[in-house]
């Protein structure tokens, strides 16, 4: 993969895990069985994947230059 197309995928990643911790600490006041919401859990779904991209995107380049 292209360095910029990784540093977009990491720029990307760094603000949704920015964006999860925000709406989990402003949720934390409120009622713990209405859950974290939609909005939460496609956050981390997304930041998850992402995550994921940059881990193989990192052991392929490990594994070419060894």
Do not use: P
């Amino acid at each position: 993969m292209s360095a910029s197309f990784i540093v977009i995928v990491v720029l990307a990643s760094a603000l949704i895990w920015n964006e999860v911790s925000r709406e989990v600490i402003k949720d934390k006041g409120h009622n713990e069985k209405e859950g974290l919401g939609v909005k939460v859990l496609t956050l981390i779904c997304a930041g998850t994947l992402l995550t994921l991209i940059l881990t193989i995107s990192l052991l392929q380049d490990l594994l070419n230059n060894t």
